[in-house]
Each structure stands twice: as C-alpha cells, then as structure tokens.
C-alpha cells in the first residue's frame, strides 16, 4: 500500500506539460527552446579533459566543509594530511611485526616497513656498510675507527663509501624525517627555524679530514669527496688547497671535481675578471687532463657568471654556443636552469633596458619542450616565477603567455616550485594581466585561477578593483566583495574602503544601485561587529561617509539616517554635501528639521543656508518653524560636547563659538 | 508401531492426563533490524531499511568482484572488510554519520564515508592521511578515502 502511495504522487507530478498550462498559464512562463550547436556535446566533453577550475587541489577531499578557502588553510590542511602521513610511517616502522605479511603479486617494497636502526652489532665491515646505508654519520665513523683499532683494514671501496657519506652530510646527522617539512620551506633568506640559522660550516680537522689522512694511499674518488664536500659547506679556499696537492700527487681529477670547483670560483676571487681567469684556467686544466665536461658543467659556468657583473654578457653566449657545439643541448634535453641562469645575466631585475629580445629568443628555443629537472637547483631557482617577474618588469604580455604556455607542456609542472612560489608566479601573471588586459580577458582568468590556483593577497585583490574601475564594470563589485569575504581580507581596512569609495563615486543605473546598497549593508555590519570579530575594522570618516552615499543613492532613507546616528556616537563629522544629499531625499517635513537640527549639533557652517532652504522648499507647520529658527540660531553646542568633536575645517568657527560661550 | 499408535490414542481420549506438543523452533528473524519502539530513536535510510531490503530499496555496502562464480577470496575480503569498519570507526571516533561504503577497484580499496563536522578540518585531513597510510601497509593495495560531511545525521524516521 505504501508503494502504491508513492506512486500516486510521483505521476501526480509527472503530468503532462499541457495540462499544467491550461490549469494555470498565466502563473507559469514557458522558457525559450535553446538550441545548441552541432560540436556542443564535444564541447562540454573537452572541457571536463583538462584540469578542473571549479575544483580544489587535488589532494584536498571534494566538500565544502574541507576544502580551504584561503592560502591559510591550503597550508594548514596540507601540512596537517602531511603529518598524518608521517604520523602512520612511523607507526609502520616502529611495529613492523603487523606489516610483514606480504600478499602483493608484485611485491610493492615502498610499503614494507623500513628498517631506520641497523640491526648488525658486531665489529665488522658489513655492519659499516649497512651504516653508511642507513645514513648514520656518527655510528659509520665510531664503526670505521673501532675497525681500525681492531686492526682489520677496510676495503678502498668501503672507506670511499664512507668519506662521500662524511662529506655529504657535513659531518652531522641529517635529520631524520619525522617532522612534516615539504622542501620548499626552506625559501632563499628566510630561515624558518633555529636550525636554519644554524647553518652547517667545515670544521677544521673533522672526520672527515681525519679519516682522509689516515688513509694508506688517496685515489681520485677519495679526493673528489673531499673537495665536492668542503665546496658545500663553504671551505673553498681549502678546496683548491687539496686540489693543488691532488696535482702533486699526480692524480687526474674527475668532472665532479671540476664542477665543484668552478662554483667555487667565484668566492675565492675578488674581481670579476679574476673569476673568469680562474674559471678560464680551470676549464684548461680540464682539458689538459682529458676530463669531459658535462651538463653540470656548464650550468656551473654559466651561475658563475651570473656573479661576473658585466663581463658576464659576452661570455655567456659563447658559453652557450660552447653548448650547442659538443651537442649537449641535443641530448641532454638541456636543463631549464641554464635557460633561466643564461636570461638572468641578460635581464637582471634591477636594470632592464629593453633586453626583451634575448627573452624572446629563449622562449622560443624552449617553447613546447618538456623538461626534467636535472640540476639540483632546479626547482630551487624557481625559475618559472623569475620569467614572470622579467615579464612583469617589461609588461611584456606576450611573453608572459607564452612562458604560462610552457607551463603545460609535458612534465614542466614539477618545475613551478611548491605552493609558496606557485603562488608568487600566478600573483605577478594575474598583477601583469590586470594591468594591460581588457576587463573581459581579466575575468575570464580570475575565473580560471582563482581560488584553484593561488589566493591572492590584498593588493592582487586591489588591482582588480583598479582594472574594474579602468574598464567601467564597477557593477560587479558586489560579487567581488563576496569573493573578497570568503578569502578571508574582509579585515583589511584600505581594501575595504577602496571598495566603498569605488562603490560611493559615481552615479549607475537603479539595478546596480540597489545592489551597491546591499553590498554596503554588509560592510555596514562587519563595521558594527567589530567588537566581537577578532580583528576589529575601525569607522572612518571616509568609510561612514561612502556608506551613507550608497544608501541614499538606493533610496535607502531610513538605513542613511540610522548612519547619521552612527555619525554622533562615533563623533565623526558628516560633510556637507551629505548633509545636502539628505535634504535632496528628503521629502516629509518633520525629518526636514531633524536634519537641520543634527546639521546644527555638528556645527556645521552650512546651517543656516540649511534652515533657509528648508523654510522655503517645505511645507511646516508654526511649530516646526519655530524650532528651525532657533536651531539656526545657536550655532553650538555646550563647551563639553564640543570638546570632543573631530572636525576637518572649522578653526573660525571654533573660535566663534568659544568666544560665544565665553560671552 | 502398534503399541505407539495405543498409546497416542489411550492419551488423547483419557481426559485426566496432559500432554505437551512440540514441534520445531521457528525463531523471528532479527538480523539487522531495529525493532519499533517509543517513537524518540532516530533512523537513517540504511538502519530503517531491513536486509531483505538489499538489492530494492538498499545498496550493498561492500563492493568486490569474488562473490562472482568462479572468484576466489570472499572471505578475506570479509575479513578485510570487517577490519576497515572498526579501524575507521575507532580512528574517526563519532564522526560518523552512517556506515562506511567499501569499494574494490583494481588494485585500490576506496572508502567512501559520511563524516559529521564535528571535528575542524584539519584534524580531518590528519586522520585521513593517516588512514591512508596505515591501511596501505597494511593491506599492501592503495587505499584511498573519500570524505563528505554533513551537519548532523540526515534521519529517515523515528522508531
């Protein structure tokens, strides 16, 4: 029987159309057919390929509720599935007993769990090895030097193993990843912690040179540690002292050695010519000694370089045909870093005169390849948001498309650097977009990146407001303004009172009036909820006076009137066009001579043009004429009221009426 | 058989003495059924509809190819099932809002669950990844979840 219910009232609604509209026609409009083109279904099918830009990040869940809202909560919802990550890690690796069974066909060996403690006790060279292994300095070097108490000799390989471990990690620990840090923290100059301040330096005479000199005979790997070691922590001095004694001691150095060297160069020389004769010498020996340069090679060449100053230029197109002739440009699908190092020495951010053919080059050189990262500083130079701020410098518009083009190619993703820097290159191709775009092309990308992409910070947000106003769309404030609330800068009182007073300027057509109103009832009440918000937005005189222009320009009189009490307990002064817009509104008499008597209580000068006008343009009463008289002629009010008043013009007038009520 | 059917007769036409009929149990069936009670306990959609409902009116919770004729391991995926609903009802503790929806794709176990917003998101997305990750070692297969929240349980009725 309930079924049979439940089916009666669904066909009660699935009547047919005609019956609806013969029952009730004039209660319903028939909307107009759409018609869609052939391709509309291929259309809405390709639109869903790429990436979503209604969406969230992908790591978030798909809910209102959990997806973030302002670039707060993207970092601190990431961070937080982070650590809860790390959380179940060590869970793992601390019981592995629960996770040894081992049904997957193939076996999966990420999700075994690791061993971090090694598990060889006695004095042998398996257990050095499975230290080195495990990446524990301090436990390899006491396992090293308790083998040589022992008196067994350690194989070449092993003690080489060992010196690059040393060398690599600069004599410390590194620190074990139990802490949810994504890489990307640590930004160039701005240490996060107090272990980033710490910055780890070359002792003298630690292990690392210790074990070196122990050692029976050195070979070139021995050496290469060494100096690849003491480059990294900033010995460079020592670096070319040890490869001096490598060349008295007849070895041959390898081309690791060389890279390191060359990136050392430019610390060991003052000047920039002696840099490159340095750099110049080195590439000689290298040469001498049949050792081919690679790709690192030139990278390191060209990042000195960068160093150079202004002998830079020349060299480094010669560099980069040096490049091409031994092919590495072909085969190495040459790492993008070159590309930025090669534009940064051309177009330094400071001075740029018009270098943007260079640009232009490289961006056609490097225009639909994919890259991968190579070098160790790939990611680190963040070279993506580097080429926006050249773009952004030159306003060149072209460019900047044709760098976000790269962008989608391939694997070039990986290369804009974490969430920090991803969020300063689309808010300097958003920054550039706003500036010379038509208003149609802005919005389209602000739909396109915002919130998907990046948050943008206040001043991204005032530079939309500034290309609205440019473009004449102020209509669409209102949406901005709900855009701006869910941000989160609905606190940040310049933006707020560019919006007003964008909203207050001019005059529009009665839609948009009525929706600048609603809009400025809002701001009204994030005013007035400044005591209980947890960062209060202060009144001004500006703000008040904006809002109340909106609201009269909507016909809104009674929300205007509750402003000009606002006006008196936050003693503010409205001015005097506003004082007159009121009476433009106006139309019963009694408010009539309100207003003249709140004029009158501000001291306002224009009182007494006020009460003539109001005698002459209404109908009053004898009563209210009398009260008008009066109000225009005690100009103030008592000294104590005074006092607290914050006026802009009015020294006369003060003095005017101290005197008066002196008298 | 004779003497039986004497005796059958003697006990049923002698009116002094009382026999005692039994025949076989048929208990009621309860699986899975909340009984009609006051009127004050809420309902969802999944706990109002009985088993019998399954494949009607009501999903299957659990969602594997080796109930199929010729498919191996409906019982470790059981068991696996089993372990996942108390893992994540113990993990998400009364953040629940209805039962978990397991679901086997490939290589991937995915749980779909309905969440209340009892707890801030963040403290959400840490008890997700860590779900992820424990129960990924565990089982040896990714496993994903996917999350949606409501404000309180959506009742279907009052029993």
Known sequence: RNFGWSAAVCQQNALPLSNLITEAAEAIVVPKKKTWSKEAVLQALAATVNRDSTAAHYM??????????????????????????????HIVNTNPKFFQKDFAEPHIPCL????????????????LLERIMLRKVKAAVDMYDQLLQAGTTVSTDATNDLLDLICLYGDHDPLQDDKPEDKGRRRKGRPQRAIDLVKIVWRENNNAERIFNLLPERDTRAYSALIRGMVKYGAHVKAFNTYTDMLNNRLTADVHIFNALISAATEVREKYNEKWDLIVELLKQMNEQKVKPNLLTFNAVLKALRR?????????????????????????????????????????????????????????????????PQDPDDGMHAAFWFLKTVCLETKDLESAYRVHNLLNVGENWRLLGDSFQQSIYYGRFFNLLCMMEHIDVVLKWYNELIPSL?????????????????????????????????????????????????????????????????????????????????????????????????????????????????????????????????????????????????????????????????????????????????????????????????????????????????? | ????????????????????HVTASCCKNRAARIRVGKGDRPLTYEQALHPHHIGHRKGWLSQHTSNLMGENGAADRTVEDVFVRRFIFGTFHNCLANEIVIKRRGNMLVVCALMLQRLPPQKFYFLIGYTETLLSHFYKCPVKMEVQTLGDKAVYKYL
């Open chain 1, 60 to 89: 978030f869940q798909d809910d209102p509720y959990l997806t973030p809202r302002t670039s707060a909560e993207f970092k601190l919802y990431s961070l937080s599935q982070e650590s809860g990550r790390l959380a179940a890690k």
């Open chain 1, 112 to 127: 075994m769990p690791e061993t971090m403690e090694p598990r060889i006790e006695d004095v042998s060279e398996a257990a």
């Open chain 1, 308 to 372: 150079c100053g202004s002998l830079a230029r020349a060299q480094s197109l010669h560099t980069l045909s040096e490049m091409k002739a031994l092919g590495i440009s072909e085969w190495g699908k040459n790492t993008f870093a070159s590309h930025i190092v090669f534009c940064s020495i051309f177009c330094p951010v400071s001075s740029l005169q018009g270098q943007t053919d260079i640009l232009q080059e490289v961006l056609t050189e490097v225009a639909g390849r994919s890259f991968v």
């Open chain 1, 454 to 663: 990046f948050y943008p910070n206040p001043q991204g947000m005032k530079d939309l407001l500034q290309a609205l106003d440019t473009d004449n769309r102020l209509d669409m404030i209102p949406q901005i303004w709900k855009d701006i609330r869910r941000m989160g800068h609905d606190n940040k009182s310049d933006l707020v009172e560019e919006l007003l007073s964008l909203m207050a300027r001019d005059r529009h057509s009665p839609e948009v009036q009525e929706s600048f109103a609603a809009c400025a009832l809002d701001v009204r009440s994030l005013y007035k909820q400044g005591q209980v918000a947890k960062v209060a937005l202060e009144w001004t005189t500006a703000s008040m006076t904006n809002i109340t222009t909106i609201l009269l320009a909507a016909q809104k009189t009674k929300q205007a009137w509750d402003m000009l009490n606002i006006f008196k307990t936050k003693n503010r002064v409205p001015s005097e066009e506003l004082i007159d817009e009121f009476l433009v509104r106006i139309k019963d008499g009694q408010q009539a001579v309100e207003l003249v008597q709140i004029s009158a209580s501000f001291c306002l000068p224009s009182t007494p043009n006020l009460a003539q006008r109001v005698l002459q343009e209404f109908e009053l009463s004898e009563e209210q004429r009398w009260q008008l008289t009066t109000t225009s002629e005690v100009p103030c009010l008592s000294s104590d009221e005074r006092s607290v008043f914050y006026r802009p013009y009015s020294s006369q007038m003060y003095v005017l009426c101290r005197l008066f009520n002196k008298m």
């Open chain 2, 1 to 20: 058989m004779n003497t039986l059917a004497r005796v059958g007769t003697s006990i049923c036409t002698n009116p002094e003495t009382r026999a005692l």
